[in-house]
Protein backbone atom coordinates (compact mmCIF):
# COMPACT_ATOMS: atom_id res chain seq x y z
CA UNK A 1 0.00 0.00 0.00
CA UNK A 2 1.55 2.82 -0.99
CA UNK A 3 0.73 5.52 1.12
CA UNK A 4 3.05 7.98 -1.28
CA UNK A 5 2.89 8.49 -4.65
CA UNK A 6 4.91 10.35 -7.80
CA UNK A 7 2.56 9.12 -10.66
CA UNK A 8 5.02 10.21 -12.95
CA UNK A 9 8.69 8.53 -13.33
CA UNK A 10 9.78 11.15 -15.33
CA UNK A 11 9.99 14.95 -16.83
CA UNK A 12 11.61 17.08 -19.07
CA UNK A 13 12.03 20.88 -18.90
CA UNK A 14 13.65 23.34 -20.56
CA UNK A 15 16.15 25.43 -18.81
CA UNK A 16 15.23 28.85 -17.74
CA UNK A 17 10.98 26.98 -18.20
CA UNK A 18 9.17 25.73 -14.47
CA UNK A 19 9.29 22.30 -13.58
CA UNK A 20 6.07 20.96 -11.94
CA UNK A 21 6.88 17.90 -10.29
CA UNK A 22 3.80 16.24 -8.32
CA UNK A 23 3.23 14.11 -4.65
CA UNK A 24 -0.28 12.50 -4.01
CA UNK A 25 -0.93 10.55 -0.60
CA UNK A 26 -3.21 8.70 1.19
CA UNK A 27 -3.20 9.37 4.99
CA UNK A 28 -4.92 12.22 6.07
CA UNK A 29 -2.53 11.95 9.48
CA UNK A 30 0.23 13.16 7.57
CA UNK A 31 1.59 16.23 9.28
CA UNK A 32 4.35 17.62 7.95
CA UNK A 33 5.85 17.11 4.24
CA UNK A 34 9.28 17.51 2.69
CA UNK A 35 10.72 17.40 -1.08
CA UNK A 36 14.24 15.43 -1.36
CA UNK A 37 16.67 15.83 -4.56
CA UNK A 38 18.74 12.89 -5.11
CA UNK A 39 22.25 12.86 -7.65
CA UNK A 40 23.38 9.27 -8.77
CA UNK A 41 25.88 7.97 -6.11
CA UNK A 42 24.82 10.27 -3.30
CA UNK A 43 22.43 10.74 -0.62
CA UNK A 44 19.53 12.64 -0.98
CA UNK A 45 19.68 15.97 0.48
CA UNK A 46 16.96 18.38 1.26
CA UNK A 47 14.89 21.42 -0.67
CA UNK A 48 12.21 22.16 1.30
CA UNK A 49 9.14 21.63 3.43
CA UNK A 50 5.62 22.45 4.63
CA UNK A 51 3.25 21.93 7.22
CA UNK A 52 -0.08 20.86 7.13
CA UNK A 53 -1.60 23.97 8.26
CA UNK A 54 -0.02 25.64 5.53
CA UNK A 55 -0.71 25.73 1.92
CA UNK A 56 2.30 27.24 0.53
CA UNK A 57 6.29 27.58 1.37
CA UNK A 58 8.92 29.38 -0.74
CA UNK A 59 12.44 29.44 -0.78
CA UNK A 60 14.38 31.17 -3.99
CA UNK A 61 13.20 28.90 -6.84
CA UNK A 62 11.67 26.52 -4.70
CA UNK A 63 7.86 26.77 -4.08
CA UNK A 64 6.22 24.04 -2.88
CA UNK A 65 2.00 24.13 -2.84
CA UNK A 66 -0.48 21.37 -0.48
CA UNK A 67 -4.03 20.64 -1.09
CA UNK A 68 -4.94 19.13 2.00
CA UNK A 69 -8.59 18.24 0.60
CA UNK A 70 -7.19 16.85 -2.72
CA UNK A 71 -4.65 15.38 -0.75
CA UNK A 72 -1.93 16.61 -3.21
CA UNK A 73 1.45 18.42 -2.76
CA UNK A 74 3.40 20.03 -5.57
CA UNK A 75 7.03 21.17 -6.21
CA UNK A 76 7.52 24.06 -8.59
CA UNK A 77 11.24 25.17 -9.48
CA UNK A 78 11.14 28.72 -11.53
CA UNK A 79 13.43 28.66 -13.70
CA UNK A 80 14.83 26.18 -14.01
CA UNK A 81 18.11 25.10 -14.42
CA UNK A 82 20.46 22.52 -15.87
CA UNK A 83 21.90 21.95 -12.42
CA UNK A 84 18.21 20.60 -11.24
CA UNK A 85 18.46 17.62 -13.45
CA UNK A 86 18.09 14.88 -10.47
CA UNK A 87 15.56 12.76 -8.85
CA UNK A 88 13.41 14.12 -6.91
CA UNK A 89 11.21 12.77 -3.71
CA UNK A 90 8.21 13.95 -1.76
CA UNK A 91 7.84 12.78 1.49
CA UNK A 92 5.20 13.18 4.34
CA UNK A 93 5.60 12.59 8.01
CA UNK A 94 3.94 11.27 10.87
CA UNK A 95 4.67 9.51 14.28
CA UNK A 96 7.78 9.64 13.98
CA UNK A 97 8.01 8.20 10.76
CA UNK A 98 9.18 9.38 7.38
CA UNK A 99 7.17 7.31 3.94
CA UNK A 100 8.99 8.74 0.70
CA UNK A 101 7.23 8.42 -3.11
CA UNK A 102 9.24 6.68 -5.73
CA UNK A 103 10.84 9.66 -7.17
CA UNK A 104 10.74 11.52 -9.99
CA UNK A 105 13.43 11.93 -12.44
CA UNK A 106 13.80 15.75 -13.48
CA UNK A 107 15.93 16.38 -16.77
CA UNK A 108 16.37 19.74 -17.62
CA UNK A 109 17.52 20.43 -21.12
CA UNK A 110 19.51 23.26 -22.61
CA UNK B 1 31.97 18.61 10.73
CA UNK B 2 31.77 15.23 8.69
CA UNK B 3 28.06 15.30 8.63
CA UNK B 4 26.56 11.80 8.16
CA UNK B 5 29.57 8.88 7.85
CA UNK B 6 28.59 5.59 6.64
CA UNK B 7 31.24 2.30 6.22
CA UNK B 8 31.16 0.27 3.67
CA UNK B 9 30.75 2.41 0.59
CA UNK B 10 30.58 -1.19 -1.01
CA UNK B 11 29.94 -4.79 0.02
CA UNK B 12 29.87 -8.46 -1.23
CA UNK B 13 28.18 -10.78 0.98
CA UNK B 14 26.96 -14.53 0.25
CA UNK B 15 23.93 -15.94 1.46
CA UNK B 16 23.68 -16.44 5.16
CA UNK B 17 26.35 -14.11 5.99
CA UNK B 18 25.71 -11.48 8.54
CA UNK B 19 27.63 -7.83 8.57
CA UNK B 20 26.97 -4.84 10.41
CA UNK B 21 26.95 -1.40 8.13
CA UNK B 22 28.10 1.78 10.42
CA UNK B 23 26.39 4.75 10.69
CA UNK B 24 27.88 8.13 12.68
CA UNK B 25 26.81 11.38 13.19
CA UNK B 26 28.68 14.29 14.32
CA UNK B 27 25.88 16.79 14.56
CA UNK B 28 24.26 15.66 17.88
CA UNK B 29 20.88 14.71 16.65
CA UNK B 30 18.47 12.39 18.44
CA UNK B 31 16.72 11.14 15.80
CA UNK B 32 18.16 8.76 13.29
CA UNK B 33 17.04 6.69 11.17
CA UNK B 34 17.69 3.68 8.23
CA UNK B 35 16.48 3.07 4.83
CA UNK B 36 17.03 1.31 1.69
CA UNK B 37 16.58 2.14 -1.79
CA UNK B 38 15.49 -0.03 -4.36
CA UNK B 39 14.65 0.46 -8.05
CA UNK B 40 10.78 1.87 -8.80
CA UNK B 41 10.39 1.56 -4.77
CA UNK B 42 11.47 4.88 -3.06
CA UNK B 43 13.03 4.83 0.01
CA UNK B 44 11.79 2.57 2.34
CA UNK B 45 12.86 3.29 6.14
CA UNK B 46 14.25 -0.04 8.01
CA UNK B 47 14.52 1.56 11.58
CA UNK B 48 14.48 4.75 13.35
CA UNK B 49 15.99 6.03 16.75
CA UNK B 50 14.86 9.17 18.65
CA UNK B 51 17.31 9.16 21.46
CA UNK B 52 19.92 6.76 22.71
CA UNK B 53 18.33 3.37 23.68
CA UNK B 54 15.37 3.89 22.00
CA UNK B 55 14.66 2.00 18.63
CA UNK B 56 11.69 1.13 16.46
CA UNK B 57 10.66 -0.48 12.84
CA UNK B 58 10.06 1.02 10.08
CA UNK B 59 8.37 0.18 7.27
CA UNK B 60 10.33 -2.77 6.22
CA UNK B 61 12.30 -4.17 9.64
CA UNK B 62 12.55 -7.94 8.81
CA UNK B 63 16.18 -9.14 8.42
CA UNK B 64 17.72 -6.47 10.40
CA UNK B 65 18.53 -5.51 13.84
CA UNK B 66 19.61 -2.03 14.90
CA UNK B 67 21.09 -0.77 18.45
CA UNK B 68 21.10 3.08 19.72
CA UNK B 69 24.33 2.66 22.81
CA UNK B 70 25.50 6.29 21.94
CA UNK B 71 23.89 9.84 20.16
CA UNK B 72 26.66 9.78 17.46
CA UNK B 73 26.23 5.74 16.54
CA UNK B 74 23.11 3.98 14.83
CA UNK B 75 24.50 0.63 13.45
CA UNK B 76 22.37 -1.48 11.36
CA UNK B 77 22.47 -5.38 11.62
CA UNK B 78 21.75 -7.86 8.45
CA UNK B 79 21.40 -11.39 10.76
CA UNK B 80 21.74 -13.87 7.77
CA UNK B 81 21.88 -11.96 4.95
CA UNK B 82 19.51 -13.13 1.80
CA UNK B 83 19.46 -11.95 -1.90
CA UNK B 84 16.34 -10.02 -1.68
CA UNK B 85 18.52 -7.47 1.02
CA UNK B 86 20.37 -6.44 -2.13
CA UNK B 87 20.03 -2.66 -1.93
CA UNK B 88 21.81 0.94 -1.51
CA UNK B 89 21.64 1.24 2.35
CA UNK B 90 21.22 5.29 3.78
CA UNK B 91 21.59 6.11 7.04
CA UNK B 92 20.05 9.88 8.12
CA UNK B 93 20.11 11.96 10.91
CA UNK B 94 18.12 14.83 12.24
CA UNK B 95 17.09 16.97 14.83
CA UNK B 96 13.51 15.67 15.25
CA UNK B 97 11.73 12.94 12.43
CA UNK B 98 10.06 16.03 10.78
CA UNK B 99 13.39 18.11 10.57
CA UNK B 100 15.18 17.82 7.20
CA UNK B 101 16.83 14.85 7.49
CA UNK B 102 20.91 14.87 6.64
CA UNK B 103 21.95 11.67 4.59
CA UNK B 104 25.12 9.62 4.53
CA UNK B 105 26.10 8.50 0.98
CA UNK B 106 25.08 5.22 1.19
CA UNK B 107 26.05 1.65 1.27
CA UNK B 108 25.85 -0.49 -1.82
CA UNK B 109 24.82 -3.79 -0.90
CA UNK B 110 24.75 -7.34 -3.01
CA UNK B 111 24.25 -10.60 -1.49
CA UNK B 112 25.02 -13.31 -4.02
Known amino acids: DQQVKQNSPSLSVQEGRISILNCDYTNSMFDYFLWYKKYPAEGPTFLISISSIKDKNEDGRFTVFLNKSAKHLSLHIVPSQPGDSAVYFCAAYTASKLTFGTGTRLQVTL | NAGVTQTPKFQVLKTGQSMTLQCAQDMNHEYMSWYRQDPGMGLRLIHY???????DQGEVPNGYNVSRSTTEDFPLRLLSAAPSQTSVYFC???????????FGPGTRLTVL
Open chain 2, 92 to 102: ASSLGGYNEQF
Open chain 2, 49 to 55: SVGAGIT
